[in-house]
T-cell receptor
Framework: GAVVSQHPSWVICKSGTSVKIECRSL??????MFWYRQFPKKSLMLMAT?????????EQGVEKDKFLINHASLTLSTLTVTSAHPEDSSFYIC????????????FGPGTRLTVL | TQLLEQSPQFLSIQEGENLTVYCNSS?????LQWYRQEPGEGPVLLVT?????EVKKLKRLTFQFGDARKDSSLHITAAQPGDTGLYLC?????????FGTGTRLTVIP
């Protein structure tokens, strides 16, 4: 099956610093990648959708200047949490979709961010 | 965006018991997917249902799509500790997924 990886799997940072999370499709070309946020014991909330080579589309209420998304290639998307604050602590999950994969999204293992 | 309500929100049962979780919508689904997410991992697709009244089986898991395509259920027979996780229903949109509120299942050995 299609494999999506995320790096790092967990990160702890100080308030005010920026953190970059990578999402890679390992064995397919991802025409679209998605970034989700998940609070403890809650469901997934879509943050943004990104297509390779174009600007990400953010969901309502998600600050695009705070959550910078770059989808520079067909196998890599990055999410940068800028000037992180404790309320940004969460589980961030990416997923990827390729046009040869029956419109199915494949999810990464997630990145747990803790902001002190 | 329609609201996908799942029930129960939490469920804790003994190994060997049967259980059913539900996913309900305010409007008609085009299709519906069920995912299982284990702690610290991303969701994994279990099944996609498309046709009203459709029933699909995956080992001890039985998925049913309502006749009117506004609800779905997941029944687990003889639950095992390995079934523990967050069960999510989701409706595929034009270019993304809308997830339900989730049911967190704990199977006690």
């Amino acid at each position: 099956g299609a494999v999506v990886s995320q790096h790092p799997s967990w990160v702890i940072c100080k308030s005010g610093t920026s953190v970059k999370i990578e999402c890679r499709s390992l064995d397919f070309q991802a025409t679209t990648m998605f970034w989700y946020r998940q609070f403890p014991k809650k469901s997934l909330m879509l943050m943004a959708t990104s297509n390779e080579g174009s600007k990400a589309t953010y969901e309502q209420g998600v600050e695009k200047d705070k959550f910078l998304i770059n989808h520079a290639s067909l196998t890599l998307s990055t999410l940068t949490v800028t000037s992180a604050h404790p309320e940004d602590s969460s589980f961030y999950i990416c997923s990827a979709k390729g046009h040869l994969l029956r419109n199915e999204q494949f999810f990464g293992p997630g990145t747990r961010l803790t902001v002190l | 965006t329609q609201l996908l309500e799942q029930s129960p929100q939490f469920l804790s049962i003994q190994e060997g018991e049967n259980l059913t979780v539900y996913c309900n919508s305010s409007s008609v689904f085009s299709s519906l997917q069920w995912y299982r997410q284990e702690p610290g991992e991303g969701p994994v697709l279990l099944v996609t249902v498309v046709t009203g009244g459709e029933v699909k089986k995956l080992k001890r898991l039985t998925f049913q799509f309502g006749d009117a395509r506004k609800d779905s259920s997941l029944h687990i027979t003889a639950a095992q500790p390995g079934d523990t996780g967050l069960y999510l229903c989701a409706e595929p949109g034009a270019n993304n997924l809308f997830f339900g509120t989730g049911t967190r299942l704990t199977v006690i050995p």
